[in-house]
């Protein structure tokens, strides 16, 4: 039963920072790509940042020099840094296993393997 469990995420202001974890179960996170996307009300989930089986990494173009994707294999941990977060990064956000190939091209919502049950950010002044 594979399990992805997505926490770190909560209302800031506008400038703050949050730190997105993501907890893997029944799966090895070493032997996929991970990735974050997001879907705000009333939009389609986007990809946002995803990390290589061999930590080569991807970020859409609206939050690049913003947020980091990280992993820690030996946890089985994916994280997403968010700095400099901005109103329009108001989403859920889901931790989801895919192939290393998007970060070459760029993820995409039907190579998902699995999904996790996403964190609400918020970010409102």
């Known amino acids: 039963d594979v399990q992805l469990q997505a926490s770190g995420g909560g209302l800031v202001q506008p400038g703050e920072s949050l730190r997105l974890s993501c907890a893997a179960s029944?799966?090895?996170?070493?032997?996929?790509?991970m990735c974050w996307f997001r879907q705000a009300p009333g939009k389609e989930r986007e990809g946002v940042s995803c990390?290589?089986?061999?930590?080569?990494?991807w970020n859409t173009d609206s939050v690049k020099g913003r947020f980091t994707v990280s992993k820690m294999n030996a946890k089985n941990m994916v994280y997403l840094q968010m700095n400099s977060l901005k109103p329009e990064d108001t989403a859920v956000y889901y931790c989801a296993t895919t192939f290393d190939i998007v970060v070459v091209t760029s993820p995409e919502v039907d190579l998902v393997n699995d999904w996790g049950q996403g964190t609400q950010v918020t970010v409102s002044s």
């Open positions: 990390i290589s089986s061999s930590g080569r990494t």
């Open positions: 029944g799966v090895s996170i070493a032997d996929y790509a």
